[in-house]
């Protein structure tokens, strides 16, 4: 039989709403947790943001570590500039012409833009494309290489048995200079010097410092045509792409030649016809040729009895040359030049044209 009475565990779970406070608490559990990720992801967001400004960076007074570096090395290398750079006779760097701008001039310079920095914020924030910081790192490197070039110089002349002509100044400005560049270009990578560089805020590069631009091929200029274009015609006075030599008004397809009774073309035998005066018209069904213009205007074969050159009509440079031993046509009589057309389609002017045998 069953037991139709509920027993003490039935009426506890009967007592208790699953379905009302079950689901109302895994919700309420999976918000908070969601809430503290995302709190905790923005929290951490806002400590990435914020942390390179708020990090307290402290120093001497308005200066930092590596700037009282700066000044304290830069102190001691304006000093020891005064004295004597040889031992006889007395002659400090700043008694040598302008040799003192490169060694101690630019470096002071670069220093006192680097005070500068610290109580006018607003004032000169770059040398050319170069930041203050950029600046004073080239200046105390070229500083370091002219104080070693001294010394160098000194050893290269005891080598060659002379006499050890600087005294102690080099070598002090040596050390100091070499100090500078330990502080200015190698700076960001010694603690805690690299202290000066973290935070800063970002900036758009000067013109001159950003990437370079390509550099795209030039394009090369358009042929210059010719004075005049001496295309090749076809009989009905269209111009041809391709076939005969060009002449001009005229194309070698539209002269006929004449065999006579050996039926071997000769020179003397073409009878051309300027194919733009030729046209062609219907007379009962047959076509006929017009008449052609004066004989005198008509292209001729011509026999030099020297070599002679066909120069360019525009620059007078020679061409090519025509000679006895071939006839060369000519496309155009000026009366004292003739206008001459080479095989290759080339034309030119012959200026000389005494003895000249008309084919």
Request: aromatic share 10%; net charge negative; charged share 20%.
């Amino acid at each position: 039989m069953t037991d139709e009475n509920p027993t003490n565990d039935e009426k506890d779970r009967a007592a208790t709403p699953v379905s009302a406070t079950e689901p109302d608490a895994i919700d309420s559990d999976a918000a908070d947790s969601r809430s503290a990720d995302l709190d905790a992801a923005d929290s951490d967001t806002r400590s990435t943001a914020i942390e390179p400004e708020e990090a307290p960076q402290y120093g001497v007074g308005p200066f930092t570590i590596r700037e009282v570096a700066i000044l304290g090395l830069w102190a001691v290398a304006f000093l020891v500039s005064f004295f004597s750079v040889v031992q006889i006779p007395f002659r400090s760097v700043w008694m040598s012409g302008i040799d003192w701008v490169l060694p101690i001039g630019v470096p002071t310079v670069a220093v006192f833009l680097i005070v500068l920095r610290r109580f006018s914020p607003d004032g000169i924030r770059r040398v050319g494309s170069l930041g203050v910081d950029q600046f004073a790192s080239v200046a105390f490197s070229v500083s370091s290489v002219i104080w070693l070039s001294y010394i160098w110089n000194t050893i290269a002349t005891v080598v060659d048995d002379g006499p050890w002509y600087t005294t102690w100044v080099v070598w002090v400005e040596l050390i100091v200079f070499l100090g500078l560049v330990l502080v200015s270009v190698f700076a960001p990578y010694i603690a805690p010097f690299d202290e000066d560089f973290r935070g800063r805020p970002e900036a758009v590069a000067h013109r001159n410092a950003r990437a370079v631009r390509a550099v795209v091929p030039r394009p090369r200029p358009e042929p210059t045509p010719a004075p005049e274009s001496y295309a090749p015609v076809s009989s009905d006075g269209a111009a041809q792409a391709t076939g005969g030599y060009p002449i001009g008004s005229y194309a070698l397809d539209d002269v006929e030649p004449s065999t006579g009774d050996t039926g071997v073309i000769e020179p003397g035998a073409w009878s051309p016809t300027p194919a733009y005066a030729r046209g062609t018209s219907e007379t009962g069904g047959q076509q006929t040729t017009d008449a052609a213009p004066a004989a005198a205007s008509r292209p001729f074969w011509a026999l030099v009895p020297v070599e002679r050159d066909v120069v360019d009509e525009r620059t007078g440079a020679p061409l090519f040359r025509i000679g006895p031993t071939a006839w060369a046509l000519v496309i155009a009589d000026r009366g004292s030049s003739f206008v001459v057309q080479h095989e290759d389609g080339r034309v030119g002017v012959l200026s000389d044209v005494s003895g000249v045998t008309r084919g």
